[in-house]
């Protein structure tokens, strides 16, 4: 996988206002993170990093940060997190995970499909794309752009699962085997009934419950009993 450059530069200002002022000078904030070692603050060019993210690796891609002030000499990173704002989708600040070369990581990697199925094209079927990307374990510089699932052969019923999937033998799975990454069945149709059912049906009668006598209706009866009652127990 190509490395990609990108000049940094330490931030010795944080905050929302702060962060505020170096978005409107074409500049984003990010935070370097390191086991075992304190977040570096830094600030990178926004045009730089879309340019970064446009590559072939997407967000995948091995980055150095070379730095023009603060730390010494470059960091080899990859993306660990993008925050966007939500109404104009703009780049607000990133995180990026500093790695080794020599030690394997654990990434997301895009699956995508290839070709139109015999159950669409013949059978009139449909295709579900049911898992779009799988977690893998290997060397910075074996992650895959991207994993590549031939449809073609997939006929009504044909189901491929993660473990059916061609990764080279440096990378290690680590998303369920049995986990479906694709499906191919026939549309659900939804049932029509006759228009002499559907005329039935807007005839039936309301049913009504039971009137249950008012409240008013009652009052005075139970008194008239006690006297009853009273004038029984005199005789």
Do not use: W
């Not at 970064?52 to 730390?71: C, Q, R, V």
């Not at 939804?190 to 807007?202: H, Q, R, S, T």
Request: glycine share 6%; charged share 35%.
């Amino acid at each position: 996988m190509k490395e990609i450059i990108l000049e940094a530069q330490a931030r010795e200002k944080t905050g929302k206002e702060s962060n505020k002022k170096l978005r409107q000078q074409g500049a984003v904030p990010a935070v370097v993170y390191k086991k075992g070692k304190e977040a570096a603050h830094i600030q990178i060019q926004v045009k730089a990093l879309v340019h970064a993210l446009h590559t072939s690796a997407g967000e995948n891609a091995i980055i150095s940060l070379k730095f023009s002030s603060g730390p010494t000499g470059t960091k080899t990173v990859i993306i660990k997190e993008i925050q966007y704002n939500p109404v104009k989708e703009d780049i607000i600040h990133v995180d990026f995970q500093e790695i080794s070369l020599t030690e394997k990581i654990k990434v997301n990697v895009q699956v995508v499909l290839k070709g139109e199925s015999q159950a669409v094209k013949i059978e009139g079927g449909i295709i579900e794309h049911m898992t779009k990307e799988i977690e893998v374990e290997c060397l910075p510089a074996s992650i895959p752009e991207k994993i590549d699932v031939n449809i073609e052969a997939m006929k009504i019923g044909d189901v491929i699962h993660v473990k059916q999937l061609s990764v080279p033998g440096d990378i290690k799975v680590l998303t369920d085997p049995e986990k479906t990454v694709v499906s191919a069945s026939m549309p659900k149709v939804e049932e029509v009934k006759p228009p002499e059912e559907l005329a039935g049906e807007a005839q039936e009668p309301e049913v009504l419950t039971e009137r249950k006598p008012k409240e008013e209706e009652t009052e005075g009866k139970e008194p008239q009993a006690k006297e009853e009652k009273k004038e029984s127990k005199e005789k």
